[in-house]
């Protein structure tokens, strides 16, 4: 039969360990509460940095060639990727009609 300084010594061990845990998750939900929060602010940047492209895009096309199509504008809107869109803004810039930028997305776009 343990001695009243081992059960107390027992249950310092186990109150110890209890908080530890309880410390340590936590910690760990601190950590992925901040690692989503910076994930998700990356993230929303890039969309925005996308969209912004897009637009950018597209009024480039306006102003050299009035009117852009629906589907010409849907196209754009459908591209992921920023380097694409400005690959795309510079072609805008050198072409010479909407036909032949429409020409080069269909290019970009395989």
């Known amino acids: 039969?343990?001695?009243?300084?081992?059960?107390?010594?027992?249950?310092?061990?186990?109150?110890?360990?209890?908080?530890?845990?309880?410390?340590?998750?936590?910690?760990?939900?601190?950590?992925?509460i901040q690692q989503g929060i910076q994930q998700g602010i990356q993230e929303g940047i890039q969309r925005g940095l996308l969209l912004d492209a897009q637009e950018m895009l597209l009024e480039v096309l306006e102003e050299r060639f009035g009117i852009v199509p629906r589907s010409i504008a849907k196209k754009i809107k459908e591209i992921d990727s920023r380097e694409v869109v400005k690959?795309?803004?510079?072609?805008?810039?050198?072409?010479?009609?909407?036909?032949?930028?429409?020409?080069k997305l269909k290019i970009a776009l395989r």
């Open 1 to 32: 039969m343990p001695t009243i300084a081992e059960r107390w010594i027992q249950q310092g061990l186990e109150k110890g360990l209890q908080q530890g845990i309880q410390q340590g998750i936590q910690q760990g939900i601190q950590q992925g």
């Open 87 to 103: 690959g795309l803004f510079k072609i805008a810039m050198r072409v010479n009609s909407l036909e032949e930028f429409e020409e």
